[in-house]
């Protein structure tokens, strides 16, 4: 298989190419041999009908059997009969019926001498002739190829037939008499000849300026490809912002340029993401480790009490532990980038699941519920963690005024989680499901505990997206912040 687009189509193009002119050609060929054909036929026609007016001159017992010798006279008699009566009467006493009357032998031979082909005609110089009496006897003929037998013409219509290198006519005569002209095919060919040089001479000529046509005209077709081509190939991690000018390249490529534009603005928003994710994820885990490593270090750089070993153990254990929690939801996420393989597909339900994550929230913490009942697909352990993400960002900055609802309608399972806090400032709304992403100091984390780092709204999206549902986000500054997650219910049958 050839793996080249431009060869393959010039090769298509050669193929179509070679066939038109050839078939052009052939065309061309027939209708010029048929053409002389039918003017050789119609010569051949003429022959025949000037022997035909000839033989017209003989009387039809002349051709039907030959005379004896010296027996004939001028003029045609009437047949046998008996005087004072017809033919089927009975003869009178003493009567004799008259012999036939035939055409005497000197005006015999001279219509004989006549019984030949008019001049030579423009294509058929050579013709030939022959002429047949009833009885099959040959009358006369001239350059009769030998082996040549008296054609059968018993439906009495004229006949053309190919005989070896002859082209023949063959028809009756007078008497039932047949008559066969013919001439050689040669002189067709003859003519045909130059015309086929031509034809051959031309159509390569045609072939080869088509050949070249169709190379120049496949560069064209092919320059805005490569122009595509080298403006993706100038895209690298550094550089991301080249595009295609939809403008430069044909009607039918610009839907090609529009998409690759997409796809390049998409793989650099990723590259982007890709960046500032690795060096959030970077300055998440260094702060811990920070911590960790200074707390240890000031632990072992001189003797101390007991104590003093026991509170630097507890602040690396909390900085672990933060790390630990960032670390989790660091996989989280990587898993949702790989669609959570191994993502279960049960029924879930989802007012049992949410009430039981309310049940285990710690002392102290009341969340106002309204929990009705709703049956979703998907897998429980993520549900878990959507709805946890969800009650601990609302208690974390909602404080105790946070209300927890849930229904079932339309086909939906609709989940909303609202908190009494300082509310989220409109130009924050869009990016707040981004990952890494924190709004003001009012809502950022005071105390690096759970979830301030800033990944736990990123993975409630990245949860909803993978079960079919949406997420989305209303707050009044200073008033108050509504989440609402909507999910396919599952029916009940």
């Known amino acids: 298989m050839i793996q080249s687009l ?42 025949a009908a000037a022997l035909d007016a000839t033989l017209r001159l003989f009387w039809s017992k002349e051709l ?24 089927k009467d009975r003869p009178m006493p003493g009567f004799r019926p008259l012999p036939p009357m035939r055409m005497r032998p000197e005006v015999r ?36 190829p030998e082996g040549t037998d008296c054609p059968d013409l018993e439906d009495g219509q ?25 001439t050689p095919m040669e002189p067709v060919g003859r003519r045909l000849w130059p015309l086929d040089r031509n034809l051959l001479l031309a159509g390569s000529g045609i072939i080869v300026l088509g050949l070249l046509g169709q190379w120049w005209i496949s560069r064209q077709i092919f320059k805005p490809l490569k122009r595509i081509a080298e403006t993706a190939a100038g895209l690298s991690a550094k550089s991301l912002e ?40 970077s300055h998440e885990l260094r702060t811990p480790l920070a911590v960790i490593r200074g707390q240890a270090e000031l632990a072992l750089s001189r003797p ?6 026991v509170k630097a153990l507890q602040v690396c254990q909390g900085s672990a532990e933060r790390m630990g929690d960032l670390v989790e939801r660091l996989l989280t996420l990587a898993r949702a980038d790989a669609e959570f393989p191994g993502m279960e597909s049960v029924p879930v339900d989802l007012a049992k699941l949410v009430s039981s994550v309310l049940a285990e929230l710690p ?8 929990i009705r009942p709703a049956q979703v697909q998907g897998d429980p352990v993520l549900l878990r963690q959507l709805a946890q993400n969800l009650v601990a960002n609302a208690l974390k900055h909602g404080g105790k005024s946070v209300r927890v609802s849930l229904r079932s309608q339309e086909g939906k399972a609709i989940l909303k989680v609202r908190d009494k806090g300082p509310g989220i400032a409109e130009k924050d709304l869009p990016r707040i499901f981004d990952r890494f992403y924190r709004v003001d100091k009012a809502r950022a984390r005071s105390e690096r505990g759970p979830g301030g780092a800033g990944l736990g709204l990123s993975i ?7 079960h079919g549902g949406s997420i989305t986000c209303q707050s009044i500054v200073g008033h108050e912040t509504l989440f609402r997650v909507e999910l396919p219910a599952r029916s009940e049958s």
């Open 6 to 47: 431009r060869l393959r189509l010039m090769l298509w193009s050669a193929l179509v190419l070679v066939g038109t002119v050839c078939g052009f050609g052939w065309a061309v060929h027939w209708s010029v041999a048929r053409s002389l054909e039918m003017e050789l036929d119609g010569e051949l026609e003429i022959s």
């Open 242 to 281: 080249a595009r295609i000018d939809p403008a430069t390249v044909d009607v039918e490529l610009r839907d090609l340029a529009t998409v690759l534009n997409s796809s390049f603005s998409r793989l650099e928003e990723s590259f982007k993401r890709q960046a500032a994710f690795t060096a959030d994820a």
């Open 109 to 144: 031979a001279r219509l004989l001498s006549e019984l030949k082909l008019p001049p030579k005609s423009r294509i058929s110089p050579d013709q030939f002739f022959a002429v047949w009496a009833q009885d099959g006897t040959l009358l006369k003929a001239e350059g009769l």
């Open 158 to 182: 004229p006949y053309f037939q190919k005989r070896m290198e002859h082209r023949e006519l063959s028809i009756l005569g007078p008497g039932r008499s047949v008559i066969l002209v013919g």
């Open 363 to 370: 002392e102290g913490a009341t969340v106002d519920r309204e």
């Open 304 to 309: 101390r009490e007991n104590a003093d070993y």
């Open 64 to 87: 039907n059997t030959p005379p004896p010798p010296g027996e004939g006279m001028d003029g045609e008699g009437p047949p046998p009969f008996w005087p004072g009566g017809k033919g």
């Open 460 to 466: 409630c999206r990245e949860i909803v997206v993978r």
